[in-house]
């Protein structure tokens, strides 16, 4: 199946700095990329979608100058927590589907995470 | 996109087939069924999908009722790294991509 690696996959920050995480997607092409965020003992919560070439679309109470995506090619797409604070601390996950398959066959592949801890 | 329902959480016993039921009594005509697992701390994964035919992959089965209410994912021979949260997943098509996740069902395979 398709992979969709995250980098890095764990980072502790001081409370204030930036965090970059990276997505990419290692076989296929990915026009989408969507961001999620898990807390503990919680299910994924989608933050938002992320479009090659174009802005970003973020679910209703996500800041989007909080959370900072970037989608410049077909293979990678970046989510930057910008002033991050100890309320920021999640797993943050990935996915990405091929563009050129068909709907029907669509699935998403997810990557395996990032874990960020803010101090 | 429709909603599921999914029991909170299940216990198979290893090497025995587990059962997973997933309810989405408001399924539309073009909604497919997706089915994700998540292994603890670690990204979900494609399970299968389908919309009104049952289908099989090497993972698993997925048997959709006539009506298209409910569904139940087979594992047909459980091992204890299918220990996992099974998340059942209404999704259009033509539709939004996104893929809403709800609480799944925690699945402990025992020895």
């Known amino acids: 199946g398709a992979v969709v690696s995250q980098h890095p996959s764990w980072v502790i920050c001081k409370s204030g700095t930036s965090v970059k995480i990276e997505c990419r997607s290692l076989?296929?092409?990915?026009?989408?990329m969507f961001w999620y965020r898990q807390f503990p003992k919680q299910s994924l919560m989608l933050m938002a979608t992320?479009?090659?070439?174009?802005?970003?679309?973020?679910e209703q109470g996500v800041e989007k100058d909080k959370f900072l995506i970037n989608h410049a090619s077909l293979t990678l797409s970046t989510l930057t927590v910008t002033s991050a604070h100890p309320e920021d601390s999640s797993f943050y996950i990935c996915?990405?589907?091929?563009?050129?398959?068909?709907?029907?066959?669509?699935?998403?592949?997810f990557g395996p995470g990032t874990r960020l801890t803010v101090l | 996109d429709a909603k599921t329902t999914q029991p909170p959480s299940m216990d198979c016993a290893e090497g025995r087939a587990a059962n997973l039921p997933c309810n989405h009594s408001?399924?539309?005509?073009?909604?497919?069924v997706y089915w994700y697992r998540q292994i603890h701390s670690q990204g979900p994964q494609y399970i299968i999908h389908?919309?009104?035919n049952n289908e099989t992959n090497e993972m698993a089965s997925l048997i959709i009722t006539e009506d298209r209410k409910s569904s139940t994912l087979i594992l047909p021979h459980a091992t204890l790294r299918d220990t996992a949260v099974y998340y059942c997943?209404?999704?259009?098509?033509?539709?939004?991509?996104?893929?809403?996740f709800g609480k799944g069902t925690k699945l402990t395979v025992n020895p």
């Open positions: 408001t399924i539309s005509g073009n909604e497919y």
């Open positions: 997943i209404v999704r259009g098509q033509g539709g939004s991509e996104k893929l809403v």
């Open positions: 992320s479009n090659e070439g174009s802005k970003a679309t973020y």
């Open positions: 076989d296929f092409q990915a026009t989408t």
């Open positions: 996915s990405a589907r091929d563009s050129r398959r068909e709907w029907t066959y669509n699935e998403q592949f």
């Open positions: 389908g919309l009104k």
